[in-house]
C-alpha cells in the first residue's frame, strides 16, 4: 500500500487531498494497483486533523502528526503532516503630519509620510513605522499650494489655504491614502506709517499731541508703535 503526496504542509482549516494505492504482487512483480482511498481505515491525531475519504484538514496552528492507512490487513506508509504557524494578517496605514498647519507667507514646511505596520485582526498599528515620503505623489485641493518630491510644503500666494493628502503604492497591497490636513497659508507681512489722529479740526491757540504710528502685521496679526 502507498499514500501520496508522502509529504503535506498545510494552513489551519486549509485541506489536502490524499490518494491510497493497493498493489498486487504476482512472483515478486508488481501487477497491477487499485485506488482504496475511499475504502480503508486511517490512523492520525483527530485533535489536529480531520479526515474523510482521504481529505485531509488541519485543526490547529503550528502542530505535526503522522497518518497511516490501512487496507484488508495491508498498511501503508507513514505520511508526515506540518501545520504552519498562526501568522496574523498584516497591512499597512500611511499617516501624514504634521495635520493641520499655519504656514507663514514665503516660509517652507516639511511635510512626512510615515508607514505602519498594521494587523488587521486586532486593528493594532506599530509604534515605530518608515519614513516613505519621498516615494510619494501628492493630493493638493488649491494649485497656489505646492509640495516638492521630498515632501517640502511651500505656496505661491498668501491668504489662502486647502488640503494635502498623499499617496504611495504598497506591494502587493496597492495604491493606499493618507489622512487628508488642512494648511492655511497666512497673510503675507505689511508695514505702514500713520498719523495718529488722522484728522484735526483745531481752535486758535489750541494743541493736540500727535503721534507717528509703525504698524505692522505678521502672520495675519496686526501691532504698532509709537
Known sequence: MEITPY???????NSQQLTVKYYTIINGVEDSWTDVTMSCTWEYDSSKLHLTNG???ALVYDATD???AKYNGGTSNTVT????????EISY??????KN??????ETEQLTVTKYE?????????DVGDDITEQCSWIISNDKIQVSDQGVLSSTEDNINGTIQATCEILPFGQLYTNIISVN???KNTYRLLIYPQELILEKDYTVPIECRYYSTINGVETYEV
Do not use: R
Open 7 to 13: 509529504q503535506i504542509v498545510l494552513d489551519k482549516d
Open 55 to 57: 481529505k485531509v484538514t
Open 66 to 68: 503522522y497518518i497511516v
Open 81 to 88: 503532516v506540518t501545520i504552519n504557524p498562526y501568522v496574523p
Open 93 to 98: 496605514v500611511l499617516e501624514l503630519t504634521p
Open 101 to 106: 498647519i499655519e504656514l507663514p507667507f514665503g
Open 118 to 126: 498594521y494587523i488587521e485582526e486586532s486593528g493594532l498599528v506599530a
Open 185 to 187: 497659508v497666512l497673510p
